[in-house]
């Protein structure tokens, strides 16, 4: 489903969505359809498309949490706590092992609605996949087996090796640096397709440089993000 919404700001404009939606933040895609800054003559605005996410969508996110509070977080016991976790675990483990691979499956961290699940092996950058395409397939069919066990409240977030957050770091300077092209070659640059959270955080990223703006194209969970210089259409 898509709806659109208008805001003084991207972020009023997003809560805006996620107040009247009854999601929380990761749950929705956003496109930022339209900026006008503010003028003499007018009042700036952001209108968005919001795009709901199905349950095929969650295992693509990382997480829907900042650096900043990935790294305040309060990391818990790596032993499974009752029979919901304990068969969590054992079902991952199971599948990387089917795969042809050794692995120890630990709980990372638990918040509400939520359970990180760390993965340590000696083939963490299989795990992982170009562009963590694999870690999120895996984390894909976690989160349908916690649903299976009646727990599709849950969002089960994968990790190894902390790729969540170095590919979340790497993706902000990305952000920067193609920002910086657009605005000496004054031409568009499309980047890789990224999954909601991905083209998210590029979207937020970039959204108070004043000659820069970002649009989302594509079709489906992998789409790409387009970075303009303003006045290019």
Not at 29 to 48: C, P, R
Not at 60 to 77: I, L, M, P, Q
């Amino acid at each position: 489903m898509t709806y659109e919404y208008e805001g003084k700001t991207e972020k009023e404009a997003i809560e805006m969505a996620a107040n009247e939606l009854g999601l929380e933040r990761d749950q929705f895609d956003v496109e930022i359809l339209e900026t006008q800054k503010n003028s003499l003559f007018k009042k700036g605005y952001v209108k968005i498309r919001v795009h709901t996410l199905d349950d095929n969508d969650k295992g693509s996110s990382f997480g829907g949490k900042s650096t900043e509070e990935n790294h305040s977080r309060v990391y818990a016991d790596p032993l499974p706590q009752g029979e919901f976790e304990q068969k969590l675990i054992e079902f991952i483990q199971n599948v990387i092992e089917k795969m042809g691979y050794d692995v120890k499956v630990e709980v990372s961290y638990r918040e509400e609605k939520k359970l990180g699940v760390k993965l340590e092996s000696a083939h963490s950058s299989i795990l992982i996949g170009r562009k963590g395409k694999n870690l999120d397939a895996l984390q894909l069919l976690a989160n349908i087996y916690a649903g299976r066990l009646g727990h599709e409240e849950v969002r089960v977030i994968l990790d190894t090796e902390n790729y969540r957050i170095r590919r979340e770091e790497s993706l902000v300077r990305l952000a920067y640096t193609t920002a910086d092209k657009v605005r000496s070659s004054k031409n568009s640059i499309l980047l890789e397709p990224m999954n909601p959270f991905e083209r998210r955080l590029i979207h937020t990223t970039l959204n108070d440089i004043p000659d820069v703006e970002t649009k989302s194209e594509g079709e489906g969970v992998y789409k790409q993000v387009r970075v303009l210089y303003k006045g290019i259409r």
